[in-house]
């Protein structure tokens, strides 16, 4: 439908920011987190559970196909290119469910609709940024965040209850029938904001070079040797002797690949811009260089990198901590009730405040909100120590009280709503540092390697919580949590 004929309240922000977040959210909640559930329901062992950590990849990695989205076509027909993609395929794995070797088929889908969605994700942040201006992206960040909210508890409660209540065909077929409705609703009542560049047609042409083949044709060799290294019986003995290998999974060492390689573009960037400008047409190199091109380049990698690895290790740590102090009986009200409207509330208000006093006053105070909760939970480990103590691997548990089940409530709901302060800022920051011909690649390299910081998190944070317990670990977390806030000294905020 032609721009000009929809009803003016389609047109507002309120309605498309929340519709197509939520249709951003829902396909990670089905792939990251309701195939873990599904796969052990279907009586998938642990190990083979733990492999779904593979579907993380394409959110990592997303930054190295972000130029294709702002190139080729418009970040609305990708939008919808994607999102009818993603309804047939969840759609279809319902069908799956009762076939022999439906699970590994299922397993399959989901791992190609990673890449799907993680495009999917591309092309909504473009349109974002396409859409409003810097002022009014800060005014809709929290509903952006509300809206990924509410679609990851949808995936993660209605879908699951769904699955176990009923059966997981009815389940994947709700899914599948909610995206395809939500894409039936883009379609008809989507404004466009841009015009496309080049046709998508091209992009094909492009892609099918033999010398392209290649490329993929040895990376793809070079995945499957890494794949079959990580699960040969050789690699299962070195982690016998050194235990620090079994954290070192496959998208781990992609991770720690990917920051090697940030650190090593960095350094020899005037080398690699003067090979990728070889070709001035080059759409991809540009994108790339113009990203790095930019005022304390350094000093902004440094900062994307690191500004979240505080925050990342103390959320691997926070279940497996209220486990062991033995209130598990008690998460879902206090992450349901109680973390999650604290967190649509600190990005509402978060969104407010930027647009209202600027990201250059509200950063700091924002970020050290954000870490200030892993002092928090120091201090709640330490005050509940005997708790951790008798309630860690038993089988009955003690009774923390009721006032201390109330403090551990009040300390998670400030976590988060001080955790949705922090995401309102930093996804500001990376809007405002993406340049306006690149806007759909430039914020996904900047989310991409602000992921990145979550590598050595969680490779770290169990062996640290083993050695020191809780509360040196959320100690361990502030302290690491520094040097990215001290950064913010020297970063650009333009």
Request: glycine share 10%; aromatic share 14%.
């Amino acid at each position: 439908m032609p721009d000009k004929q929809l009803p003016e309240i389609l047109k507002k922000p309120h309605i498309w920011c929340f519709s197509t977040y939520f249709a951003e959210g829902f396909p990670y909640s089905i792939i990251r987190s309701v195939s873990t559930l599904f796969f052990r329901d279907m009586g998938v062992s642990l190990e083979g559970v733990g492999l779904t950590t593979f579907f993380g990849l394409p959110w990592i990695l997303k930054f190295f196909w972000g130029p294709l989205v702002d190139e080729f076509a418009s970040k609305r027909r990708w939008l919808l290119a994607m999102q009818a993609a993603l309804a047939v395929m969840i759609g279809a794995t319902a069908f799956l469910v009762p076939l022999p070797g439906g699970v590994r088929l299922i397993a399959i889908v989901l791992f190609i609709g990673a890449f799907v969605a993680a495009t999917h994700d591309i092309a909504i942040d473009g349109y974002y940024l396409a859409a409003l201006d810097k002022q009014e992206q800060a005014k809709f960040l929290g509903y952006r965040v509300m809206a990924y909210r509410v679609a990851m508890l949808t995936g993660s409660g209605v879908i699951v209850t769904i699955g176990t209540a009923i059966g997981w065909l009815a389940a994947f077929l709700s899914a599948g029938l909610l995206l395809g409705l939500l894409t039936a609703y883009h379609y008809f009542f989507l404004p466009e904001c841009e015009t496309q560049r080049r046709p998508f047609g091209q992009m094909l042409r492009l892609i099918c070079k033999p010398r392209l083949f290649s490329y993929a044709l040895a990376l793809a060799a070079a995945v499957t040797a890494l794949v079959l290294f990580f699960n040969s019986a050789r690699y299962q003995s070195w982690q016998q002797t050194a235990p620090l290998l079994k954290e070192l999974n496959f998208p781990r060492s992609v991770g720690l690949g990917l920051l090697l390689a940030l650190v090593l573009m960095a350094v020899f960037r005037k080398k690699l811009a003067a090979v990728m400008t070889r070709d001035p047409d080059s759409f991809y190199g540009k994108a790339f260089l113009t990203f790095m091109d930019q005022e304390k380049i350094g000093v902004i990698l440094a900062f994307i990198v690191l500004v979240r690895s505080g925050e990342f290790m103390v959320s691997s740590m926070v279940s497996p901590f209220l486990v062991d102090l033995g209130v598990k009986h008690h998460y879902g009200w206090i992450s349901g009730g109680i973390g999650l409207p604290a967190s649509i509330a600190g990005a509402l208000l978060g969104g407010w405040m930027i647009s209202r006093f600027t990201l250059r006053k509200m950063i700091w105070p924002f970020l050290l909100a954000q870490n200030l909760t892993n002092v928090a939970y120091m201090l709640l480990a330490g005050g509940l120590a005997r708790y951790l103590a008798v309630n860690t691997g038993a089988v009955h548990l003690t009774s923390v009280g009721a006032g201390n089940l109330l403090l551990v409530a009040a300390v998670h709901g400030f976590d988060q709503f001080a955790s949705g302060l922090g995401t309102a800022v930093l996804i500001t920051y990376l809007m405002r540092i993406c340049k306006s011909e690149f806007k759909a690649a430039h914020f996904a390299i900047g989310s991409g390697l602000m992921s990145l910081g979550g590598i050595v998190a969680g490779i770290s944070s169990g062996f640290i919580a083993s050695w020191l317990g809780y509360g040196g670990m959320f100690a361990i977390s502030f302290l690491i949590a520094v040097p990215g806030m001290l950064l913010l000294f020297w970063v650009p905020k333009k």
